[in-house]
Nanobody
């Protein structure tokens, strides 16, 4: 069974930075995509950044230029660095893992970490 635990959220002033971490436990392959999503109050969850099976990474247009996603496979941890934070970045940030095992697809989510951008 896979578990994902996020950390690193908190209160930050506009223009500040945060690095979120997501530590996975259980059976994880380095090629399996791990992503970051966020959910603003009253809105649907949206994709923020992705790591693909080929090692490539991508950030959503809404955070491009301010976002870096990285992964340490030895530590089974994925990171999200967010810079120049804006109030509209306030959300609960979730880590996500997609697995294809034995002909089935498994989606795992962390519990979320709150990021609040406010002066």
């Amino acid at each position: 069974q896979v578990q994902l635990v996020e950390s690193g959220g908190g209160l930050v002033q506009p223009g500040g930075s945060l690095r979120l971490s997501c530590a996975a436990s259980g059976s994880i392959f380095s090629i399996e995509p791990m992503d970051w999503y966020r959910q603003r109050p009253g809105e649907q969850r949206e994709l923020v950044a992705t790591t693909a099976s080929d090692g490539s990474t991508n950030c959503a247009d809404s955070v491009k230029g301010r976002c870096t996603i990285s992964r340490d496979n030895a530590k089974k941890t994925v990171y999200l660095q967010m810079n120049s934070l804006k109030p509209e970045d306030t959300a609960v940030y979730y880590c996500h893992l997609l697995q294809h095992r034995f002909g089935s697809i498994y989606n795992y989510w962390g519990q979320g970490t709150q990021v609040t951008v406010s002066s």
